[in-house]
C-alpha cells in the first residue's frame, strides 16, 4: 500500500519546498535581528564600562556598577547563545526537510550542492560537474560549520565580561 507521502502531488510537493524555503529565509533573518541586537547591547555595555573607568568614581560606586555591567553582559550573551544553540537545531532541520523535498521532486541541484560541501573531513572534497557548460565547482576543505562558528561569539563575550568582573574583584581584594 503506497504512502500518503508518495501519493502527494508535485504540485503540493513543490508548495511545501516554497513554504520551507520561506521559512528559513524568516528564521535566517530573524537570526541577523537578533545578532544585531545583541551585539549592540554588548557594545553599548562595553562603552558604558570604558566610560565608568575614565569617569574614576568613588571605588564602591565603581566597582558595583562593573560588576552590574559585566553580570548584565552575562546574562545577555547567556540569552543569545541560547537563542544560537536553538537557531543551530532548527537550521539543519530546515536544511535536511528541503533537502528531503527537492530529493521528492527530483531537484537535482540541491541534491549536488549537498554532495559537494558535505564531503567527510577526512577524504578529499567531492568535485560535482556541470556538464552542460564544462564547468566543475569543488569546494575548500572548510572544516565545521559557519553556523556552529558563528554560535561562539556570545561565549567569547561572555568570557571577556568574566575577566572583566574578575578584574574588579581582584582589584578590590587587592586594594
Same mark, same amino acid.
Given at each position: 500500500?503506497?504512502?500518503?507521502? @508518495?501519493?502527494?502531488?508535485?504540485?503540493?510537493?513543490?508548495?511545501?519546498?516554497?513554504?520551507?524555503?520561506?521559512?528559513?529565509?524568516? &528564521?535566517?533573518?530573524?537570526?541577523?535581528?537578533?545578532?544585531?541586537?545583541?551585539?549592540?547591547?554588548?557594545?553599548?555595555?562595553?562603552?558604558?564600562? @570604558?566610560?565608568?573607568?575614565?569617569?574614576?568614581?568613588?571605588?564602591?560606586?565603581?566597582?558595583?556598577?562593573?560588576? !552590574?555591567?559585566?553580570?548584565?553582559?552575562?546574562?545577555?550573551?547567556?540569552?543569545? %547563545?541560547?537563542?544560537?544553540?536553538?537557531?543551530?537545531?532548527? !537550521?539543519?532541520?530546515?536544511?535536511?526537510?528541503?533537502?528531503?523535498?527537492?530529493?521528492?521532486?527530483?531537484?537535482?541541484?540541491?541534491?549536488?550542492?549537498?554532495?559537494?560541501?558535505?564531503?567527510?573531513? %577526512?577524504? @578529499?572534497?567531492?568535485?560535482? &560537474?556541470?556538464?552542460?557548460?564544462?564547468?566543475?565547482?569543488?569546494?575548500?576543505?572548510?572544516?565545521?560549520?559557519?553556523?556552529?562558528?558563528?554560535?561562539?561569539?556570545?561565549?567569547?563575550?561572555?568570557?571577556?565580561?568574566?575577566?572583566?568582573?574578575?578584574?574588579?574583584?581582584?582589584?578590590?581584594?587587592?586594594?
Amino acid at each position: 500500500m503506497p504512502s500518503a507521502q @508518495s501519493q502527494r502531488s508535485k504540485e503540493d510537493l513543490g508548495d511545501e519546498l516554497r513554504l520551507n524555503l520561506d521559512l528559513w529565509k524568516h &528564521e535566517e533573518g530573524l537570526r541577523q535581528q537578533r545578532n544585531t541586537v545583541l551585539l549592540g547591547t554588548n557594545a553599548f555595555l562595553a562603552v558604558a564600562a @570604558s566610560a565608568l573607568i575614565n569617569a574614576r568614581p568613588p571605588w564602591g560606586i565603581a566597582l558595583s556598577t562593573g560588576i !552590574a555591567l559585566a553580570g548584565f553582559g552575562l546574562l545577555i550573551c547567556w540569552i543569545w %547563545d541560547r537563542l544560537q544553540q536553538r537557531h543551530v537545531v532548527y !537550521a539543519d532541520f530546515r536544511r535536511k526537510q528541503i533537502r528531503e523535498l527537492a530529493a521528492q521532486l527530483n531537484y537535482e541541484s540541491w541534491e549536488r550542492q549537498w554532495e559537494a560541501l558535505r564531503s567527510p573531513p %577526512d577524504q @578529499s572534497p567531492v568535485q560535482v &560537474e556541470f556538464p552542460h557548460t564544462g564547468a566543475h565547482f569543488s569546494p575548500r576543505q572548510a572544516q565545521g560549520s559557519a553556523i556552529l562558528t558563528e554560535s561562539l561569539l556570545p561565549r567569547a563575550i561572555a568570557a571577556a565580561w568574566a575577566l572583566f568582573a574578575l578584574g574588579g574583584v581582584i582589584l578590590t581584594l587587592c586594594r
